[in-house]
Every structure is written in C-alpha cells, then in structure tokens.
C-alpha cells in the first residue's frame, strides 16, 4: 500500500515540523489541533522555517509555497478520513492520546496505518486501544524534524512486517533515514539521551563546573552541535523532566529519575527556550542572551 495524503494530529513544534517535512517532500497533509489560534501558530512556525531554508539556498520560493499550498489545517478530527497515514503529536499524556486514537479508528479506512511522534510512552498501549493493533507502529520524530534527519520507526509486538516495510519506504520518501526500534521504552536515541542529561544537570549540581564550561566540553569535545543543557533548554525542561518520570517508572533505574535541580526548575517555570529561561536566558525571538 502506497501513502499519498498524510494526516497529523497535533500542531506542535513536532506536529508542524513533521507536517512540513511532509508536505516538502510533495505529500498532501491534513493537520488537526483543537483551536484556530492552534492552527495559525503552527502555519506561523511552518512559514518561518521555509523562509529560513530558502534563505539558505536548499529550497526555492517556488517550492516553499507549494509545500506550505499542500497543508490544510482543520478542527476536526472526521477530516482525517481519507488519510493513508496518520502521525499523532499530541501532549504526552496516554490518555489524549488514545482518545484521540479511538476517534480516528471510526472515522479512517480499514487500511489506514496509525503511528505515534511519542517519546516515552509505549506503542502497544496505544495500539491496543484500536482495532488495526498490526497496522499501528511508532514514528519518531527529532526536534527540528526538517534538520534532524532521523525517524525511529518502532515496531510493537503487535505491529505487521507489512506495516514496517511501508512505513520504512515513506520515511525515505522524506529523505530521512528510517532505524528500526523495538518498543521499549525510549527505544533508541532517548534511552541513551536521557541519562547522558540527567548525568549533565548532576554535573551542575555538584559543582563540577558551569554550565557554560559543561556544554563547551561537550560540543568540542566530541563535535555535538549543542551541549547537554543547551539542548534541554531547547527541547523544554518540562518535556526532559516528564520523559524522566516515565523512564524512571518503567526501568526503577536511579540514572533516568529526573534530578532535583530539573524538578525544581520545572516547578518555577524556568522551560527553557520556551519561557525565556533555563540553564540560560533568551528573548523573546528564543535567542540566548546569556
Ligand atoms: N528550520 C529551518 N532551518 C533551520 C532550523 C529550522 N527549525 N533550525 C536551523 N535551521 C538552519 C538554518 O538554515 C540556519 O541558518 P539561519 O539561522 O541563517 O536561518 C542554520 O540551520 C543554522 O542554524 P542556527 O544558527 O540556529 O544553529 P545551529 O547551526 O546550531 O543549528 C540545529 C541548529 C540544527 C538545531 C543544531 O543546533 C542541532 O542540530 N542541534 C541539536 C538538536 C538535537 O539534538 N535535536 C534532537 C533533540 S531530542 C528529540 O527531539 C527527541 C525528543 O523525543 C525529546
């Protein structure tokens, strides 16, 4: 089965970039959030981020209005009907997500494939809540999705080879490259992600140096394009500290719990990036003024 119209739910900073990425590489995308302020948010991010690649040679202006001409925003689930695919974004909270889930299943062709962008949560939970638990598959996203070239295509124990396959050949369709994980939790790159910050954030709390001196060591040291802090500022302190309750409820490993000082900047509101401050401070465009 081939994919041509793509659904998203969501329209995040994942669920936008997920449906850019979509939409670049010529597939026709259907985009679902609850509110219209929603929706002209996620176009918003969409618009700029095209602007930024034709600024930098890899697109035309041509190309960037077409993609942004094969996204449709929508309130309402019901409009997803005829996608071959469908990427959930939402919160990461199982619950949302399959509420949502149990939705798109009366309104989706028998045949349609249903993936989750989640990070921590476990696919066959969410395949389990629907009645196509072989055509259900994870399909995770990395944060830029149009810079990041990764998708971790996770394989439940109920998901079909069939499924794998095509979702394999729709990942390279967007000119990612496709790994496939088995579903545990974090499956690859957040399982390994996830304790190496944790272990930076102890790090800062022992003293062992600034967080200036702890990125730096990590970006010359072994080439990464942020340090450990950077780049939780950039992903959001809440997102790294719920991630880390969830990893630690699963695995009852000390490594992955979320340090005190996580929890406590998570409780004061420093996110990151997002709240215009966290190991550092932004303003309001997110650039670093510190
Ligand atoms: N859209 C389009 N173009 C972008 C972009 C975006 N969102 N972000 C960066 N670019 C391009 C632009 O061409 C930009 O040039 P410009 O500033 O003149 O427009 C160019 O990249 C360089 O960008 P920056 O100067 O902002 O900075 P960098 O060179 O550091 O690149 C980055 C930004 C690509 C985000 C890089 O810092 C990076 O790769 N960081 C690591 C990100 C990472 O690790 N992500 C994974 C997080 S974990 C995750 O997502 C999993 C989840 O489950 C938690």
Do not use: W
Not at 226 to 251: K, Q, R
């Amino acid at each position: 089965m081939g994919i041509e119209k793509v659904g998203v739910v969501g329209f995040g900073a994942m669920g936008s970039g997920i449906a850019q990425v979509c939409a670049v590489a010529g597939f026709h995308v259907r985009v679902r959030d609850v509110e219209q302020r929603f929706l002209d948010r996620g176009r918003d991010r969409i618009a700029e981020s095209l602007a930024r690649i034709v600024k930098a040679g890899r697109l035309t202006d041509e190309q960037a209005r077409a993609a942004l001409g094969r996204i449709h925003g929508t309130l309402a689930l019901a409009d997803l009907a005829d996608c071959d695919l469908v990427v959930e974004a939402v919160v990461e909270e199982i619950g949302a997500k399959n509420a949502v889930f149990a939705e798109l299943d009366e309104v989706c062709g028998p045949a349609a494939i249903f993936t989750s962008n989640t990070s921590s949560l476990t696919i066959v939970e969410m395949a389990t809540a629907t009645r196509r638990a072989d055509r259900f598959a994870g399909l995770h996203f990395f944060n830029p999705p149009m810079m990041m070239r990764l998708v971790e295509i996770v394989q439940a124990i109920t998901t079909s080879d069939a499924t794998i396959e095509v979702l394999r050949s729709f990942v390279s369709r967007l000119g990612h490259t496709g790994v496939v994980s088995r579903d545990t939790t974090g499956f690859i790159v957040n399982r390994l992600l996830q304790p190496y910050l944790n272990s930076a954030v102890r790090l800062l709390e022992q003293g062992v140096a600034t967080a200036e001196q702890i990125d730096a060591a990590m970006k010359l040291g072994l080439g990464h394009p942020m340090g450990p802090l950077e780049l939780i500022d950039y992903t959001g302190v809440d997102i790294i500290y719920h991630i880390g309750n969830i990893f630690f409820e699963e695995f009852r490993d000390p490594a992955l719990a979320p340090p005190s000082l996580l929890r406590r900047m998570y409780l004061a509101g420093r996110l990151g990036v997002k709240s215009g401050r966290g190991f550092y401070e932004y303003d309001v465009k997110g650039k670093r003024k510190t």
